[in-house]
């Protein structure tokens, strides 16, 4: 198992480009995560997806979007990068759908994408 | 809301020192608590969890204790490594089903 892939690993964007990051588990979670962390700040959820086909804001979402494609696949999409998008996102999964039934669950992290804006 | 606070780092000791990083929380209810360990250049991963009051969470010689009296999950090591030297943050399930992270404490162990 690879557990949760993330790509690409490093990226570096001209203020008012758009990118997208992918990631991808093969554990068969139900919930997905993406998670941007800046210095001093630990980790701010972004958006979530507790089951294929829904999506839920987070504490930051503005600027991004994202797209649950299907179990596997949870991708962060910037439209317009700003420099204050700069940042480490990481994504993660869990096997529950986000009810109270999940809450002992572990996260599941991947390995980082870390971004720059200029 | 819920919330999590954790002491502010970084932490410097020497190898084979006792460790003590302290994380309080803010919850509604009876919420699970983590601690997450990251290592330089890598994603988080569980060290250990506890999901009711009194619960002790134990793994690779560190232990916390579910202490809803003080609202505590203090995070201890009787001999730290150098291997041990990585950021670690405390968590916590909220009552709206996601995961609050605490700011994080970077951990340095000198041989």
Known sequence: NAGVTQTPKFQVLKTGQSMTLQCAQDMNHNSMYWYRQDPGMGLRLIYYSASEGTTDKGEVPNGYNVSRLNKREFSLRLESAAPSQTSVYFCASTRGQGTRDSRTDTQYFGPGTRLTVL | ?111
Not at chain 2, 23 to 52: N, R
Not at chain 2, 59 to 88: C, I
């Open chain 2, 1 to 111: 809301g819920d919330s999590v606070t954790q002491m502010e780092g970084p932490v410097t000791l020497s190898e084979e020192a006792f460790l003590t990083i302290n994380c309080t929380y803010t919850a509604t209810g009876y919420p699970s608590l983590f601690w997450y360990v990251q290592y330089p250049g890598e994603g988080l991963q569980l060290l250990l969890k506890a999901t009711k009051a009194d619960d002790k969470g134990s793994n690779k010689g560190f232990e916390a204790t579910y202490r809803k009296e003080t609202t505590s999950f203090h995070l201890e090591k009787g001999s730290v490594q150098v291997s041990d030297s990585a950021v670690y943050f405390c968590a916590l399930y909220s009552s709206a089903s996601k995961i609050i992270f605490g700011s994080g404490t970077r951990l340095s162990i000198r041989p």
